[in-house]
């Protein structure tokens, strides 16, 4: 598959040719969820708490008599069905975290770069550098290469002028290659690579 290089300014800057076995596939919505729920289980935090009837700070004497009130047998005022009382089957601290096999994430993340170069949402830059580190400048170059919701990934390094200028624009997510998931990447309109980020791909998938 070949696909053309432009620059950051949108100049032609020649051509690029993507494996097919990364770019190619007939992307599967059932791995993509399948990665998706397990990137957000992990970053689920799973600090919710509420307190049960044992960690209650109330008195545990009995309510009043067993027999000859008429009323309803009850011992402890912290039970659930009290205001003020334990709660029944409540959320404790724990980790959402599921396994998922690694060929399976390697597989998903193959699918959602081919869902983004089958729906010709995929953009490659020769390379993600600044001059200076200037918002209004990269916005200008943003419009010429019709981006407004996209993620942008470079090589290992992110040049620091570019990522600072990228920082307070809405709807633009830079990452270099090492954080490249399939959570980011769907969550943005246009995926941008950088020839370094192809070229670092390859590597891994071969």
């Given at each position: 598959?070949?696909?053309?290089?432009?620059?950051?300014?949108?100049?032609?800057?020649?051509?690029?040719?993507?494996?097919?076995?990364?770019?190619?596939?007939?992307?599967?919505?059932?791995?993509?969820?399948?990665?998706?729920?397990?990137?957000?289980?992990?970053?689920?935090?799973?600090?919710?708490?509420?307190?049960?009837?044992?960690?209650?700070?109330?008195?545990?004497?009995?309510?009043?008599?067993?027999?000859?009130?008429?009323?309803?047998?009850?011992?402890?005022?912290?039970?659930?069905q009290f205001r003020?009382?334990?709660?029944?089957?409540?959320?404790?601290?724990?980790?959402?975290?599921?396994?998922?096999?690694?060929?399976?994430?390697?597989?998903?993340?193959?699918?959602?770069?081919s869902a983004k170069?089958?729906?010709?949402?995929?953009?490659?830059?020769?390379?993600?550098?600044?001059?200076?580190?200037?918002?209004?400048?990269?916005?200008?170059?943003?419009?010429?290469?019709?981006?407004?919701?996209?993620?942008?990934?470079?090589?290992?390094?992110?040049?620091?002028?570019?990522?600072?200028?990228?920082?307070?624009?809405?709807?633009?997510?830079?990452?270099?290659?090492?954080?490249?998931?399939?959570?980011?990447?769907?969550r943005r309109g246009?995926?941008?690579?950088?020839?370094?980020?192809?070229?670092?791909?390859?590597?891994?998938?071969?």
């Amino acid at each position: 598959m070949d696909i053309k290089i432009t620059t950051l300014a949108g100049a032609d800057a020649g051509k690029v040719k993507l494996s097919e076995e990364i770019f190619g596939l007939d992307p599967r919505e059932d791995i993509l969820q399948r990665v998706v729920r397990w990137q957000l289980a992990k970053k689920q935090q799973g600090t919710h708490k509420t307190k049960g009837r044992a960690e209650i700070s109330r008195t545990g004497a009995k309510m009043y008599k067993q027999k000859g009130t008429g009323r309803a047998r009850h011992s402890s005022a912290r039970a659930p069905q009290f205001r003020g009382g334990g709660k029944a089957h409540g959320p404790v601290v724990r980790s959402h975290e599921h396994d998922l096999p690694k060929k399976v994430r390697a597989l998903g993340l193959k699918h959602a770069l081919s869902a983004k170069a089958k729906a010709s949402n995929l953009i490659i830059i020769d390379d993600l550098a600044l001059g200076e580190a200037k918002t209004k400048l990269l916005l200008t170059n943003f419009e010429k290469l019709g981006l407004t919701n996209a993620l942008l990934i470079g090589g290992a390094e992110l040049d620091q002028n570019f990522k600072r200028a990228a920082t307070n624009i809405p709807n633009i997510d830079v990452l270099p290659i090492q954080g490249i998931n399939v959570y980011d990447i769907l969550r943005r309109g246009t995926l941008v690579l950088s020839k370094a980020a192809v070229e670092a791909l390859e590597e891994r998938f071969k």
